[in-house]
């Protein structure tokens, strides 16, 4: 039962910001939201974390916004490598830890 | 890979026969997962353990088991394998973000096929 939506799929051509969003209106106010990738059947791959202000690290931007009911994922300048599936997460709390509730994601097709 | 082993990587059985697939991890991290992954459903949790012999049932545990006898080994077992267990498996750990809020970091999965 993810607490995330995501459209389904995206296309975006090579060069240009990939913007991915992502719809969290369940969140709680001390949660963070995550975003991982998978790439064909490899295993996912974590990309950035925020709670409630923009990050930035060396993959991408996430943007989150005010009421913290929804976020976007900004690769920049998307790659042919950057093809792939992305998750947004929020962690579910589960007896003695937490559970990161993987939804279906959205595959990303990036085009030359 | 944030030190993380799992095997076999590929494994194809029969119906009814045991498997144990194995995650190891070099890094002492307390917290351990089996997640499996479908077509259409993402990854969903099998099972935790948040400690040494310390486990705990996750969405979809029916008809696995696992033991963490020392910390860096966390071990899934299909007591009696079923077509409906043909799946990929990835094993995680979590691990301390910079801000506070734990990471997850996967392995490389292990592909398991139930004739």
């Known amino acids: 039962d993810a607490k995330t939506t995501q459209p389904p799929s995206m296309d975006c051509a090579e060069g240009r910001a990939a913007n991915l969003p992502c719809n969290h209106s369940?969140?709680?106010?001390?949660?963070?939201v995550y975003w991982y990738r998978q790439i064909h059947s490899q295993g996912p791959q974590y990309i950035i974390h925020?709670?409630?202000n923009n990050e930035t690290n060396e993959m991408a931007s996430l943007i989150i916004t005010e009421d913290r009911k929804s976020s976007t994922l900004i690769l920049p300048h998307a790659t042919l490598r950057d093809t792939a599936v992305y998750y947004c997460?929020?962690?579910?709390?589960?007896?003695?830890?937490?559970?990161?509730?993987f939804g279906p994601g959205t595959r990303l097709s990036v085009l030359p | 890979d944030a030190g993380i082993t799992q095997s076999p990587r590929h494994k194809v059985t029969e119906t009814g026969t045991p498997v144990t697939l194995r995650c190891h991890q070099t890094?002492?991290?307390?917290?351990m997962y089996w997640y499996r992954q479908d077509p259409g459903h993402g990854l969903r949790l099998i099972h935790y353990?948040?400690?040494?012999?310390?486990?705990d049932k996750g969405e979809v545990s029916d008809g696995y088991s696992v033991s963490r006898s020392k910390t860096e080994d966390f071990l899934l077992t299909l007591e009696s394998a079923t077509s409906s267990q043909t799946s990929v498996y990835f094993c995680?750990?979590?691990?301390?973000?910079?801000?506070?809020?734990?990471?997850?970091?996967f392995g490389a999965g292990s592909r398991l096929t139930v004739l």
């Open positions: 995680a750990i979590s691990v301390g973000g910079s801000s506070g809020a734990n990471v997850l970091t």
């Open positions: 369940t969140i709680s106010g001390n949660e963070y």
């Open positions: 925020g709670l409630k």
């Open positions: 997460i929020v962690r579910v709390a589960w007896n003695y830890g937490q559970n990161f509730v």
């Open positions: 890094e002492n991290h307390r917290y």
């Open positions: 353990s948040y400690g040494v012999k310390d486990t």
